[in-house]
């Protein structure tokens, strides 16, 4: 059995209940070692086989997979945040159901959470945007051109930006193109819930300035919209004169 557990977005508790038992019963766990707080190897066994798939290649990490198989052992693949985004998990759920292996997923806390959290940000204001979009900008990995960061920033909603810290020049070219403008406010989250988080408050006319001027070239999300500035409506959920399913809204008396 192979379990892929989402590590979480950095800090070691951060991985869930389930995660963490998983990891303790594992008799071999092969974690993305470039993102993974190594930190989290903690909650494994003594005599656990433990291997850093930054090292290897695919057709490796199946190879340690059939030989736990083999013999009887259970596996888990430790992902960052959730393996579901940018987690290259398709091409290992293919390859195991071609093999005959069972497996399972574990969800893990995504990194854009984490910067949402480090940010004290709410990427759904009311009035501001109700939509996240996730996405990168092209690099070595291309992108769908109808996915460009350019034509999605027509919508003006929230952007979140990952695996695009190194082509932050371009980036801000492409958002300032598409439609954001250069005093939209943005972030730069590095490394978010590690302990050695840094957080970046800016524009979209200073994004590129701001990383360059802080050394950063990776592990870091990009955030871009209005939800991080100070203009929003409060939520009717909450709001005395809403009716919900639950209370009758207060009648206005003026």
């Known amino acids: 059995m192979v379990h892929f557990v989402g590590a979480g977005s950095g800090a070691a508790d951060l991985i869930t209940v ?4 998983l990891l303790g019963e594992a008799d071999v766990v092969i974690y993305a070692g470039s993102l993974v707080n190594p930190a989290l190897l903690e909650y494994t066994r003594k005599d656990c086989e433990i291997h850093n798939s930054a090292e290897m290649t695919l057709e490796q990490v199946l190879e340690v997979v059939k030989k736990a198989e083999a013999a009887g052992m259970t596996t888990v693949r430790l992902h960052t945040g959730d393996s579901s985004i940018y987690g290259a998990v398709r091409e290992q759920f293919d390859q195991l159901e071609a093999l005959g292996v069972e497996y399972d997923v574990c969800p893990g806390v995504s990194s854009f959470c984490g910067a949402a959290a480090a940010l004290r940000a709410e990427y759904t204001l009311p009035e501001v945007s109700q939509t996240v979009i996730i996405t990168r900008a092209a690099g070595r990995t291309p992108v769908p051109e109808r996915e460009s960061v350019r034509s999605l ?11 695009s810290t190194s082509l932050a020049e371009k980036l801000q070219e492409d958002l300032l193109a598409g439609g954001y403008a250069p005093d939209t406010p943005a972030a730069v989250v590095y490394k978010a819930t590690w302990p050695e988080e840094r957080t970046l408050r800016c524009t979209v006319g200073t994004l590129a300035k701001t990383v360059s001027d802080n050394g950063l070239t990776k592990t870091s999300l990009l955030i871009v919209g209005g939800c991080l500035g100070d203009e929003y409506q409060r939520s009717k959920l909450y709001d005395p004169g809403f009716t919900t399913e639950f209370r009758a809204g207060e009648t206005q008396n003026g």
């Open 153 to 163: 920033a027509a919508h003006g909603a929230t952007m979140v930006l990952f695996l």
């Open 18 to 21: 389930r995660g963490a038992r």
